[in-house]
T-cell receptor, first 111, second 117 residues
């Protein structure tokens, strides 16, 4: 089955700097890669996703890139703000299989 | 947008009792729902896939007799933790995929925090 690895597990950045979180997946059939932001005690919130027919997607300060050949995808947050502090999870699925999550990255944005 | 409602949001119970958690898709039909468990500072781990009108599919290491899943309608799945013990204390989150939509997107419930004393 699918295995998703996520790095780093913790990340601290200064406010205004960029943050990058990287994930790799094992199942070449996976074609949907969402990123979630989770605040303490709350449900994961979808912040951006990308499908396998696209190499890059951007939404304001957030972007995701996908390299199908290498089977890795990355989340990029620019101009970080304190409210970006949370745990971020990457995930992968073939579309009709359950989402498999990475272990999460705890992002701290220092004002 | 698609909304999934889960309750209770938190529950405290005594060891040995059973607890039922409900997951409802409010504005769409969900043939398939997924139950995840999340321990503190850990990731979401899939427990089981709930299929409307049929038996749930459990992940390796998850006891099907302890975590009873019922998906009797296209909008409701329930998870019952039977004979709960302190080690079952966790954050349980359900998610649903809209029937007939093969985008892969999942919609999550609010989560239920279970504390077993």
């Amino acid at each position: 089955g699918e295995n998703v690895e996520q790095h780093p597990s913790t990340l601290s950045v200064q406010e205004g700097d960029s943050a990058v979180i990287k994930c790799t997946y094992s199942d070449s059939a996976s074609n949907y890669f969402p990123w979630y932001k989770q605040e303490l005690g709350k449900r994961p919130q979808l912040i951006i996703d990308i499908r396998s027919n696209v190499g890059e997607k951007k939404d304001q300060r957030i972007a995701v890139t996908l390299n199908k050949t290498a089977k890795h995808f990355s989340l990029h947050i620019t101009e970080t703000q304190p409210e970006d502090s949370a745990v971020y999870f990457c995930a992968a699925t073939t579309g009709n299989t359950p989402l498999v999550f990475g272990k999460g990255t705890r992002l701290s944005v220092i004002a | 947008g698609a909304v999934v409602s889960q309750h209770p949001s938190w529950v405290i119970c005594k060891s040995g009792t059973s607890v039922k958690i409900e997951c409802r898709s409010l504005d769409f039909q969900a043939t398939t729902m997924f139950w995840y468990r999340q321990f503190p500072k850990q990731s979401l781990m899939l427990m089981a896939t709930s299929n409307e009108g049929s038996k749930a599919t459990y992940e390796q290491g998850v006891e099907k007799d302890k975590f009873l899943i019922n998906h009797a309608s296209l909008t409701l799945s329930t998870l019952t933790v039977t004979s709960a013990h302190p080690e079952d204390s966790s954050f349980y989150i359900c998610s649903a995929r809209e029937t007939g939509v093969w985008t892969g997107e999942l919609f999550f419930g609010e989560g239920s925090r279970l504390t077993v004393l």
